[in-house]
T-cell receptor, first 113, second 115 residues
């Protein structure tokens, strides 16, 4: 089954403790990205990747890192999480940037205390 | 900068009614427009993708139209059912100054279909 898989689905952590949210797609998609969803603000792009080893900042990149060493994986790294990073996170992929359908993972609800 | 607006923010209808959800966007230079459904605490499920060269797309009881020149899209749901209750999100895809093609989302319409 074609899908985008995120892990974990739920995570509670403490301020400053490094964490990684994994994202994997099995559709051989080139374009992958991360979004966060917050009440009243909607979904905003954090980082994106056009292909392997090609990543760049989206609208709200502060406090996050990503890597794209393999085509299928695009982990989101929070080196020192803070409470303002409490949010619902989504990973998305599409075959090519722009013109093709985007598929989303099930989301990761992160709480930083 | 692209802005996407969805009206209404919330809608409650009795089962069986036909309904229309509206989406407007400020920059008509888009690649495509995609409608999603989001259930509480869940991910986004893609409903329909309309390419910029298309006027509409249909899938089952759903029909989405696109008028790029006026910056508008509508999602028509026929014969609504309680299982259609969810938040519906509209997203447009364009190109920003760096060549990125992010989805720019509206804040959604929360639909409740009452049995």
């Amino acid at each position: 089954e074609a899908q985008v898989t995120q892990n974990p689905r739920y995570l509670i952590t403490v301020t400053g403790k490094k964490l990684t949210v994994t994202c994997s797609q099995n559709m051989n998609h080139e374009y992958m990205s991360w979004y966060r969803q917050d009440p009243g603000l909607g979904l905003r792009q954090i980082y994106y990747s056009m292909n392997v080893e090609v990543t760049d900042k989206g609208d709200v990149p502060e406090g996050y890192k990503v890597s794209r060493k393999e085509k299928r994986n695009f982990p989101l790294i929070l080196e020192s999480p803070s409470p303002n990073q409490t949010s619902l996170y989504f990973c998305a992929s599409s075959l090519f940037a722009g013109r093709t359908e985007a598929f989303f993972g099930q989301g990761t609800r992160l709480t930083v205390v | 900068k692209q802005e996407v607006t969805q009206i209404p923010a919330a809608l409650s209808v009795p089962e069986g009614e036909n309904l229309v959800l509206n989406c407007s966007f400020t920059d008509s230079a888009i690649y495509n427009l995609q409608w999603f459904r989001q259930d509480p605490g869940k991910g986004l499920t893609s409903l329909l993708l309309i390419q910029s060269s298309q006027r509409e797309q249909t899938s089952g009881r759903l029909n989405a139209s696109l008028d790029k020149s006026s910056g508008r899209s509508t999602l028509y749901i026929a014969a609504s059912q309680p299982g259609d209750s969810a938040t519906y999100l509209c997203a447009v895809i364009g190109v920003d100054n760096s060549g990125n093609t992010p989805l720019v989302f509206g804040k959604g319409t929360r639909l409740s279909v009452i049995a």
